[in-house]
C-alpha cells in the first residue's frame, strides 16, 4: 500500500515538472524560438519603401547615377525578410540538427550583414549628394538642369540632369529625396543589427546546465 501511494506521488510530481517545463510540451515546434515576424515586416516594409523612394528619384531624371537611386538597397532587404519569414515557417530544431534550417539561418545572417554594410554605404553617398544639392546653382538650359556648387568660378565642376523642365525640382524634391533616403536607410540598418543580435543571441546565449535528473522512462535536463 506505501508502495503504491509512493509510485503514484512519484508520477505526480513528474507530470507537474512537465507541465512546468516548456520544452517537454512540445519538442518539435517552438513559438517562441522562432525567428520574429515583427524584424521580417519591418525588412520587408522599409525594402519596399527604399525601392519606391529609388524610382521616384530616377522618375526626375534620367541622368541619376546608380549609386543615386539605391533600389538595389530596397530589394536586398527584401530577400532578407523573404529569408526571415521562411525562418518563421519552418520547424525549430534545438542546436541546428535540421539542414534546412542552418542553411537559412547562415543564409539569412550573411544577407543581414551586407544589408547592413549597405544601408550605412547608402547613408554615406546620400548625405554627401544631399549636402551638394542642396548647395547647387543651376539654370535652365533648354530641357536641361544645368548645376554647379560655385556660379562664379569658371573652371567649377558642372551636372547636368537630363529631361527637368524646372530646376526647382534638383534644389528641393531632389534634395528630400536624399533626406528620406537617409532616414529610411538609418532605419534599415538598424533593423538588420537587430536581426544580427536574435541570430547571435539565439545560438551563442542558450545554456544548458549539466544537472540531470533521472527518471524511469528517459532523461531530462533543466535548462539555466
Known amino acids: 500500500m506505501g508502495q503504491r501511494e509512493k509510485g503514484s506521488s512519484s508520477r505526480k510530481e513528474g507530470k507537474e515538472w512537465r507541465d512546468e517545463n516548456p520544452a517537454t510540451k512540445d519538442s518539435h515546434k517552438c513559438r517562441v524560438c522562432r525567428f520574429p515576424l515583427l524584424v521580417a515586416l519591418l525588412q520587408l516594409l522599409l525594402g519596399v519603401a527604399v525601392t519606391a523612394m529609388a524610382f ?3 522618375a526626375i531624371s534620367p541622368s541619376l547615377l546608380a549609386r543615386e537611386t539605391p533600389h538595389w538597397a530596397g530589394i536586398i532587404l527584401c530577400l532578407v525578410s ?3 519569414f521562411i525562418l518563421y515557417c519552418i520547424t525549430y530544431h534545438p542546436d541546428e540538427r535540421s539542414s534546412l534550417q542552418f542553411i ?3 543564409l539569412y545572417f550573411v544577407l543581414c550583414t551586407i544589408g547592413l554594410v549597405i544601408s550605412v554605404l547608402v547613408m554615406a553617398f546620400a548625405g554627401h549628394h544631399y549636402s551638394q544639392t542642396s548647395s547647387f546653382s543651376c539654370k535652365q538650359v533648354g530641357e536641361d538642369c544645368v548645376c ?3 556660379q562664379d568660378d569658371p573652371i567649377a565642376r558642372t551636372f547636368t540632369y537630363e529631361g527637368v523642365s524646372d530646376c526647382e525640382v534638383i534644389t528641393g524634391t ?3 529625396y536624399f533626406l528620406l533616403q537617409i532616414v529610411l536607410n538609418l532605419a ?3 533593423v538588420c543589427a537587430v536581426g544580427l543580435f536574435i ?3 539565439q545560438r551563442y546565449q542558450v545554456f544548458f546546465a549539466g544537472l540531470q535528473i533521472g527518471s524511469p522512462s528517459s532523461s531530462q ?3 539555466v
Do not use: E, R
Open 199 to 201: 541570430m547571435w543571441k
Open 188 to 190: 534599415q540598418a538598424v
Open 148 to 150: 554647379t556648387l560655385d
Open 104 to 106: 537559412v539561418k547562415l
Open 82 to 84: 523573404i529569408l526571415g
Open 56 to 58: 521616384l528619384m530616377l
Open 174 to 176: 531632389l534634395a528630400l
Open 221 to 223: 535536463w533543466h535548462k
